[in-house]
């Protein structure tokens, strides 16, 4: 029986000895997550379903000098260990050469990142539902009606090597996230965020925007696609944003097949790609945006800064094409924070002639891996600003759009704020955005969707 | 008391009493399951003393479902290994309603004492729940099945084939691709899945169930002066069958097609925007009828349940619908069924015991029904009973694994082929003046009522007074559901049937992973909105 919700610094370290004690292999990695996974969800101003799982997942890479593969297991007693170590070294004595595979990494300096909070880790069910009924009971009270997800994630990490490497990291994790639609289905508006630390979760305000939110989309008003000017909340921007993360891998810059790769060959490292205000950063000693101390290679992950004025200013190397070509790995950007300005989303609106007011985007996916041009839609709170007023809620639009170019076209930006970045409202990396106004977005049609 | 409940008691008592515990500690210290595990009586005992806990907390309803999942990936790029992986999780959840609220609680520890924790947890996540809940839940009845199983038919079991053949023939299909000059890259991957799981309810149902899935993939990229253009291999779509469904797919053969059209890419004409008329092929129309008609007939959706993520519905209220909405043309029928070999989501049983059934969701183009769970299936309870049909659930249940609780999710949705006639692609062809035919499923995206949609494709042909006169790039059709399916004007025969479906088709809060197949013949539309997706930087 499980009396606490994850493994510990010393039972994950005398598993990961007792994993690698049955190895036989050249060369040997044992990565363990061990976690408990908690939600509460809620449709129709009730809660619609709840739970709590304990689980785990420890994989033993195992190497024959080049030849590697790894296997998988969520049990950790010793049959169990030696049983994973030989499936992963059968495999990789029949696979063939990797030419690419380095060994693994002996000890490494870790920066401790600071993700774990007592105040998430003990939260209860009947805290969750509490939080649930912050929401729900206004929302029912104003006649409205709120759907929305809790999700939680109280967890270690650990990664441990043949040659002497051993890193774990505990963390926490909450995602917040509601839609409160209006009965006659004409309305509906959404607010979320994501924190390490419960205690700066406030979901009675989270309820309180998306209610608000709600009321003010009643009975939208159609607006001709186009190119216009918008003012994306932080959620948005984030939306948006981590696309451009997700596309800064060196590799494919240099293979040609991004849209960092140079015309001619090569990267786009020290070219300006966006306005000179943005500058992205990953740092696991961030307070607010807390990256992981290491890669799921042991490698430490230390502050990077990505996009500096404007300009590329590091692209993600593994330690393969790092060695190639003769650069430091950098490990991926797990999470990040995005700088920002100093217009609040209020002074943008004032300043705006006629322009959109964005919530959030929905079902983004890719259109053009050249532009890292994107399509999706806005959704739950969008808004017409006509002479620097809301004027009225508008219909949902299609767009079809790059990062690289909104990020291009900026004209204001709000201080950064944690947002919920994910779609999907489950927990994702830490993500820190301003909200942003922009010029020239484009969207290519309208959607009767509310 | 009924009958019913005193023997599942007697049952229960006896797993924890007399017959159990010979049986109970071989399962003990989260040993590894034996290979036998799904039919090794311990298992059974183990489900049953979960829900006499459960039960004897207080829930009036219990599930418990032990399982577990072997899963293997291979990854290669060009002429080496990426990864390979071989997974396995076990472990259990119990579900129950208390205070007529759901509660859910699951743990990888399958141990007599840990099914006991978990189901009096499983009960007090119910309890809480039920604090904020006015409406409780109620269920439709269901068949009981004491002692049923389903086995996927398969050939052979993919975890029974040796590595080097899958190794081999990734690599030997890499090769046949990166010998079409101007094919740079190429990646391609194995997927497989063997998923063993109990089912045991308060309800007196037993059912062992054993499924498999397959899923080799590519994806070739070509590079040109500052281009470059890919080509995944969509005419091979993933199954639930075994590794006779590698053996049989001509990978390793169609993998210099692949490559040759990311190429021809490269000098294709950018298409010009404006409305034509296309001609989809089913290796491209199954994700259009997955995300335009499977997703916005799911009922949980419809009533607002998924609001806050996947969305609702425009198929709201079904009073409106059932009966009276034209989807499409007359000869549109669009079926859910769980029962076609090879199907995605086909299984005996779904996740709350429920024998699936097949059914019309479009009929003659008109909205005829909706996917349901047992917890759905009375919201529908008028309807079905002003068309004399019982008030059940079609099985629509499903959890990716035993630690995420089950909920609603599609069955395999299929467009029926023409029943009047063997329709052939060339007579589709033949009657276009100005338009474009697609070849697999590129870039999707659809709004949160399912409405508004948008998709690319894989390889997009100009066709021209009914003759294919030359390849388009940057090509996707933006549309509204129900006029685009009230344009299809031609319907490809049996000739033409193919079976698409999504590997990893996510829905629910926390986002889950399911698996579904989407049969289609091909089919023509009249007049789409086509716009060209090329930007310059």
């Known amino acids: ?450 | 008391m009924k009958r019913r409940d005193f023997v599942l008691q007697g049952a229960a008592l006896a797993a924890g009493a007399a017959a159990g515990q010979a049986l109970l500690p071989r399962m003990l210290g989260a040993q590894p399951p034996r290979e036998d595990w799904l039919q090794d009586p311990a298992t059974r005992q183990l489900a049953m003393r979960a829900l006499d806990a459960a039960r004897t907390a207080g829930a009036t309803y219990a599930d418990v479902r032990i399982a577990r999942n072997r899963q293997q990936a291979l990854g290669t790029r060009e002429r080496q290994i990426t990864f390979f992986n071989d997974g396995d999780t076990f472990g259990f959840g119990v579900r129950v309603l208390a205070n007529g609220a759901w509660g859910f609680a699951a743990s990888r520890e399958v141990t007599p004492d840990e099914v006991v924790r978990v189901a009096r947890e499983a009960v007090a996540q119910a309890r809480a729940n039920a604090t904020a809940n006015k409406r409780p839940v109620e269920l439709a009845p269901t068949e009981r099945f004491p002692d049923a199983k389903w086995t996927s038919p398969i050939q052979v079991d993919p975890f029974t084939v040796p590595i080097e053949e899958k190794v081999d023939l990734l690599l030997r299909a890499n090769a046949e691709a990166l010998k079409v000059q101007g094919a740079r890259f190429v990646n391609s991957n194995m997927f497989f899945l063997k998923a063993e799981k109990t089912f045991a309810s308060t309800e007196g149902s037993y059912i062992e169930q054993t499924l498999y899935r397959s899923y080799p993939t590519m994806n070739v990229t070509a590079v040109g002066t500052g281009d470059f253009q890919t080509r995944q291999s969509t005419d091979v779509a993933p199954r639930g069958l075994g590794y006779e469904h590698v053996r049989n797919s001509r990978f390793v053969e169609s993998a210099e097609r692949w490559a040759q059209e990311a190429v021809a890419k490269l000098t294709a004409k950018p298409v010009e925007p404006g409305r034509y008329d296309l001609v989809l092929l089913p290796t491209h129309l199954w994700l259009t009828i997955h995300e335009s008609i499977a997703h916005p007939t799911e009922l949980d959706r419809i009533m607002g349940y998924e609001a806050n993520y996947a969305g609702t519905s425009f198929v709201s209220p079904p009073a409106d619908y059932l009966g009276k909405f034209r989807y499409g043309p007359d000869f549109m029928n669009i079926q859910g069924e769980r029962s076609s070999a090879g199907g995605l989501s086909s299984i005996g049983y779904d996740d709350e015991g429920v024998k699936p059934d097949e059914f019309l969701i479009i009929k003659n183009g008109i909205v005829n029904d909706l996917q349901t769970t047992r917890e759905q299936a009375p919201w529908l309870a008028d309807w079905y009973r002003a068309q004399g049909r019982p008030v059940r659930s079609h099985g629509n249940s499903y959890a990716q694994s035993w630690s995420e609780v089950q909920f609603q999710r599609m069955p395999n949705v299929n467009l029926l082929a023409n029943a009047s006639r063997d329709v052939t692609l060339e007579e589709l062809i033949a009657d276009v003046k100005d338009g474009i035919l697609i070849d697999g499923d590129g870039s999707f995206s659809i709004d949160q009522q399912r409405y508004n949609a948008q998709f690319g494709g894989q390889v997009f042909k100009e066709i021209k007074d009914g003759k294919i006169t030359g390849l388009l790039k940057d090509v996707a059709y933006q549309m509204r559901t129900p006029e685009f399916w009230n344009s299809m004007d031609g319907l490809g025969g049996r000739g033409t049937y193919f079976v698409g479906g999504s590997f990893f088709d996510g829905k629910g809060q926390p986002s889950q992973v399911n698996a579904v197949s989407h049969g289609s013949p091909a089919a023509r539309f009249r007049r789409v909105n086509v716009i060209n997706t090329g930007r310059r930087a």
């Open chain 1, 1 to 450: 029986m499980p009396d606490r919700k994850f493994l510990s610094r010393d039972e994950a370290e005398a598993i990961t000895r007792r994993a690698l004690s049955f190895s036989t292999a050249d060369d040997a990695r044992v990565n363990i997550q061990s976690f408990t996974h908690g939600n509460t969800r809620f449709a129709r101003n009730q809660i619609s379903t709840a739970g709590d799982a304990f689980d785990g997942q420890l994989t033993v890479a195992s190497a024959f000098g080049k030849k590697v593969a790894s296997a998988t297991t969520n049990r950790f007693d010793d049959e169990s260990l030696r049983s994973v170590v030989q499936t992963s070294e059968r495999l990789a004595k029949l696979v063939p050469e990797d030419p690419e595979y380095l060994g693994e990494l002996p000890a490494q300096q870790y920066v401790q990142n600071k993700a774990f909070f007592e105040t998430t880790a003990n939260l209860t069910p009947q805290q969750r539902a509490q939080a649930v009924m912050a929401i729900t009971g206004p929302a029912e009270r104003q006649g409205l009606i709120s759907t929305g997800f809790l999700d939680i994630i109280v967890g270690s990490q650990t990664v441990a090597t043949k040659k002497g490497l051993f890193a774990y990291q505990t963390g926490t994790a909450a995602n917040l996230t509601t839609t409160v639609r209006t009965p006659d289905g004409t309305g509906s508006g959404w607010a979320g965020v994501g924190e390490n630390d419960w205690t700066r979760l406030n979901p009675a305000e989270l309820g309180d925007r998306a209610i608000r939110k709600a009321v003010l989309s009643r009975n939208p008003k159609a607006v001709e696609p186009g190119k216009w000017t918008v003012i994306l909340e932080p959620t948005a921007v984030a939306n948006l944003v981590q696309l451009m993360m997700f596309s800064m891998d060196a590799r494919q810059a240099d293979e040609g097949r991004s849209f960092f790769s140079k015309q001619g060959g090569g990267n786009k490292l020290g070219e300006k790609v966006v306005d000179q205000r943005v500058q992205i950063v990953t740092d696991p000693a961030s307070d607010i945006a807390p990256a992981s101390s290491f890669n799921g290679q042991g490698l430490p992950n230390r502050r990077m800064v990505w996009i500096e004025n404007g300009t590329v200013a590091n692209l993600n190397y593994s330690r393969f094409w790092a060695q190639k070509q003769g650069k430091q790995p950098t490990g991926f950007p797990d999470g990040f924070a995005m700088s920002g300005g100093n217009t609040s989303v209020e002074e943008m609106i004032r300043s705006t002639e006629r322009g959109l007011l964005v919530t959030r985007l929905w079902y983004i996916r890719q259109v053009d891996p050249r532009t890292i041009l994107f399509t999706g839609l806005t959704r739950d709170g969008t808004f017409l600003i006509e002479n620097g007023q809301i004027t009225t809620a508008v219909k949902n639009l299609r767009w079809n759009e790059s990062p690289v170019f909104m990020l291009n076209n900026l004209e204001a930006m709000s201080a950064p704020v944690r947002v919920s970045a994910s779609e999907s409202g489950d927990v994702g990396s830490p993500v820190v955005v301003p909200a942003v106004k922009a010029h020239d977005f484009t969207f290519t049609s309208l959607s009767d969707a509310v």
